[in-house]
């Protein structure tokens, strides 16, 4: 389907921009007043605070080599000008002290289409929770 691999360019683009360190890029595919569940606190992010580019940068720059982050084999859910798109991500980098990441996660992106261009209202990313009583992420669970 169009739709389909029109919502599926902008998340590539998305990551690709991340592969490449540009986070002006990244925030280019959100609106303005976007809201993202990120993985690292606070629990949520909105507007210019999830498209606060020093801060994106200043994460860009903990890792050697850059970082990739990849949303594999999404699975869409099209109506009208609303878009989801759901799936495992693999985040991969090595971390400037040296320390390997290698981590699946859940993913989750709501686009939506103005003036014809897809562009994202609300990202949602989560590791699975330790049921323990620890509180601890679960980072190293593989698909």
Do not use: C
Not at 70 to 88: E, K, R, S, T, W
């Amino acid at each position: 389907m169009m739709s389909e691999q029109e919502v599926l360019s902008v998340i590539r683009a998305q990551e690709l921009a991340t592969a490449k360190g540009d986070a002006g890029a990244a925030v280019d595919a959100m609106v303005a007043d976007v809201v993202v569940f990120d993985l690292a606190p606070p629990l949520a992010y909105r507007g210019e605070q999830a498209r606060d580019i020093e801060g994106i940068n200043a994460w860009l720059e903990t890792w050697r080599n850059g970082v990739t982050v990849h949303m594999a084999d999404p699975q869409f859910i099209i109506n009208g000008d609303l878009a989801v798109a759901f799936g495992l991500s693999r985040m991969t980098g090595v971390k400037i002290d040296g320390t390997k990441v290698d981590s699946w996660s859940r993913r989750t992106i709501v686009l939506r289409r103005i003036a014809g261009s897809w562009k994202i209202v609300h990202e949602h990313a989560s590791f699975p929770m330790a049921m323990d009583g620890s509180g601890r992420a679960v980072t190293d669970l593989l698909p």
